[in-house]
């Protein structure tokens, strides 16, 4: 059973493996369809794809046929090409030849030049370094110079830091030496007779060159009205306007420096006062009279210390009228009436409503004096000639600051041109003449009274009683500097005015007793009294020479008795005239007249023994100059004194014809050493305690009314006048300190 079941599985296992069989062959069968399907699909593809072949080759042998032929063209052309190519090399190369030839040559050129540039470069080379080595020489030397000039600086700049104070200092010691040469000048100016009066006697005597002036009355007969006077200066005919103004200049200076100056001009109409202020009319530069010349200087002044100082300069011109003050620089015709501050004002302005104009230079200030005497002269036509009846007042104010310290200063120039002095008879005038008449003879009292009051340091200085002196007050005391042309018409018929103005210009240069004097006086007096001693040397030699010519002309007077009695009598009169007139003036001069006497009667008595009163000819010759001189004075003053409105100016100047020397205590610093000299001069011999005595009965004289004292003390001698005048003049050195500290104490700087 077990073969059989192994048979029969052996049988199912052979019916299975049959059955698979027969299934992979009818998977075999299908795969064989399949696979010829693909084979006939492969086969078609592969006709399609031969297909395309055969017509893409065709299509490719076509292009590479066509490929060839262009090809085969190209080869052509690039072969043409290649033949030029070669063409133009070889044309090429026989350029580059001929250039590389030329290039050669410039080569060779280029390097001979670079050779003689090369050269030329050592050489420069060397020059540089030789340069090199000079400029390192000049620049040692410069340097060594620079440290030279570095010291030098440097001491300049030491120099100019004191440079400020030395400046300044500078300034105090010019002030200083101002204040020595006196606050208050007086300078007499005698003007020429004009066209046409040739032929006229002159007044004028002798002209000192000190100062001293001598008139007299040529019409009259004695020698005895002669008078002298003594000045600052005394300005002769012949003296120009630029020696008039170099003595002003010093003045002007002062202005820059902050004080205030006034300078005026007083004198009788006609006797030149617009003259030596303003000159005369279109006056060209050399006639410019001071106003002119001292803003000129002023200009220039201000001009040469701009590097320190800056200046401004302001002009006002105003005019007095009847004691109204009137704009003459206004362009208001209105003209009205100003007002006037009586103490100055912050700004300085006396007359605040003054047009103020300001100025830069002399030709701006031309135009404005212009304008302003033209407007002076339209009141004279309409006043009749107003401009000698009217003050004309030109101020300049200066404002300064230092461009270092910044200080400020102040000046002030007062420049006036008063009107005529002269003094008009009551019954010669009447109605606007009388008034104008009162009005200026009020006005020019009242200024001489305000410097006497000055002078006396009065408590009260009566600056108000005129427009004048409150239009001034500034510019007059203090430490301001006033100067004052005296201007003289030589003239004869003028005698009596030419008096009148020197007696009010000596009563005021008698007041000023500086404080310098003292300090002065010892080596001035000195040194005059040396000129003296030497004079009467001369003046001996002289009068010994006159005696023998005389005696020699006169043979009566062989006789040794006769001689002698003449000796006594006539050798001083004769003799010591001329010799004396020749020692002051240094030579002698006929014009002057005064070979028979005048000066020399002055001389004589000077020379004359003073013990030799019994000499009645001297006494009565005195005698008669002093009655001469009081109807002199007699004769100016106006019958009715008050009516005319100078009473009091008379009497006083009255007092000062009486003692002279009461008032006029020295005119100023020169004045009282010349006081001295006079009295050598003129009193030779004389006994001091005399003429001390006379002095001192001279002050003590009471005041006005003097006319009987005038007559009883004048008429004794002109000599005891004389030496009054000169006694009492020399007073105020004797007796000046006092004076002398008051002056120096009241003296304050305008600020
Ligand atoms: N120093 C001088 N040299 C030449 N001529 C002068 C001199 N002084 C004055 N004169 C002449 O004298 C005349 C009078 O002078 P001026 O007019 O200056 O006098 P015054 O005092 O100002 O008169 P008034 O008071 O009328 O103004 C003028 O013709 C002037 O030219």
């Known amino acids: 059973m077990s073969r059989l079941q192994l048979v029969k599985t052996e049988k199912t296992k052979m019916e299975q493996k049959k059955e698979l069989e027969e299934q992979d062959k009818v998977r075999l069968m299908k795969e064989k369809d399949h696979s010829d399907l693909e084979i006939s699909m492969l086969k ?118 004191n440079y400020h104070a030395v400046l300044e200092e500078n300034r105090r010691l010019y002030n200083e030496v101002q204040d020595l040469k006196g606050n208050i000048r007086v300078y007499c100016r005698i003007r020429p007779f004009l066209p046409g009066q040739s032929k006229k006697h002159s007044t004028i005597e002798y002209i000192g060159d000190n100062g001293e002036l001598v008139v007299a009355n040529p019409s009259k007969q004695g020698k005895e009205n002669h008078r002298l006077f003594k000045f600052n200066k005394v300005f002769g005919p012949a003296a120009t306007q630029e020696e008039v103004f170099l003595d002003t200049q010093p003045l002007i200076r002062s202005v820059l420096d902050g004080f205030n100056v006034c300078i005026f001009a007083y004198g009788q109409t006609g006797s030149g006062k617009t003259y030596t202020m303003s000159g005369p009319n279109s006056a060209s530069k050399g006639d410019w009279g001071v106003n002119y010349r001292a803003l000129s200087d002023l200009f220039q002044i201000s001009q040469n210390r701009r590097s320190s100082m800056s200046y401004e300069v302001g002009v006002q011109m105003v005019e007095i009228y009847n004691e109204q003050v009137r704009d003459l620089l206004s362009s208001d015709a209105s003209q009205k009436r100003l007002g006037i501050w009586s103490s100055s004002q912050p700004n300085g302005l006396a007359v605040p409503d003054a047009s103020m104009h300001p100025v830069n230079s002399t030709g701006d200030v031309l135009e404005l004096m212009h304008t302003g005497l033209t407007n002076r002269a339209v009141g004279a036509t309409a006043l009749n000639e107003r401009s000698s009846r009217s003050h004309s007042v030109l101020t300049v104010h200066v404002r300064g600051a230092d461009l270092e310290t910044g200080a400020a200063l102040r000046g002030n120039l007062h420049l006036v041109d008063l009107a005529g002095s002269e003094r008009v008879d009551r019954s010669e005038v009447t109605g606007d003449r009388l008034k104008e008449a009162q009005h200026i003879n009020k006005s020019l009292s009242a200024l001489g009274d305000v410097i006497f009051a000055l002078a006396q340091k009065s408590p009260h200085v009566p600056y108000r009683n005129s427009k004048l002196t409150q239009v001034l007050q500034s510019s007059l005391g203090g430490q301001a500097k006033t100067l004052m042309f005296v201007q003289l018409n030589p003239d004869v018929e003028s005698f009596s005015e030419t008096v009148s103005t020197l007696k009010f210009a000596e009563r005021v240069s008698g007041v000023e007793l500086g404080a310098a004097r003292s300090n002065k006086e010892g080596r001035d007096v ?201 006694g009492s003049k020399k007073l105020p050195s004797a007796g000046s300190s006092s004076a002398t500290k008051t002056t120096t104490t009241t003296g304050k700087r305008w600020q």
């Open 44 to 161: 078609q593809q592969l006709d399609g794809t031969k297909r395309t072949y055969e017509q893409q080759q065709l299509h490719l042998e076509t292009k590479a046929r066509n490929a060839q032929e262009e090809l085969e063209k190209k080869l052509k052309e690039l072969e043409c090409l290649l033949s030029d190519s070669r063409k133009k090399e070889k044309e090429l190369e026989s350029f580059s030849v001929s250039k590389a030839q030329i290039w050669n040559r410039k080569k060779v050129s280029y390097l001979n030049s670079i050779d003689s540039q090369f050269q030329a470069l050592q050489g420069l080379r060397a020059a540089s370094m030789s340069i090199k080595h000079e400029v390192i020489k000049t620049q040692r030397s410069y340097s060594e110079e620079f440290n030279r000039l570095g010291l030098k600086l440097k001491d300049l700049a030491e120099a100019a830091e």
């Open 526 to 726: 000195k040194e005059l009294m040396e000129q003296v001693t030497s004079l009467k040397d001369t003046i001996a030699k002289k009068d010994e020479e006159i005696e023998r010519l005389q005696l020699l002309k006169d043979p009566r007077t062989m006789s040794p008795s006769v001689n002698n009695e003449k000796r006594s009598s006539t050798s001083p009169k004769v003799g010591a005239s001329s010799p004396r007139r020749h020692s002051l003036d240094g030579e002698f001069q006929p014009s002057r007249r005064l070979s028979s006497g005048k000066v020399s009667a002055l001389a004589d008595k000077a020379s004359s023994d003073p013990n030799n009163n019994s000499d009645d000819k001297h006494s009565e010759a005195g005698s008669q100059l002093s009655m001469d001189a009081m109807v002199d004075t007699n004769q100016i003053s106006p019958p009715d004194d008050e009516l005319l409105g100078f009473s009091g100016a008379d009497s006083e100047e009255r007092l000062s014809d009486i003692s002279d020397g009461g008032l006029s205590v020295g005119t100023e610093t020169d004045g009282s050493v010349s006081g001295a000299m006079e009295s050598s001069l003129f009193l030779e011999g004389s006994k001091p305690a005399e003429s001390t005595q006379k002095s001192k009965l001279a002050t003590k004289i009471p005041r006005p009314p003097q006319k009987q004292v005038q007559s009883t003390l004048t008429r004794p001698s002109s000599l005891k006048d004389l030496r009054k005048s000169t």
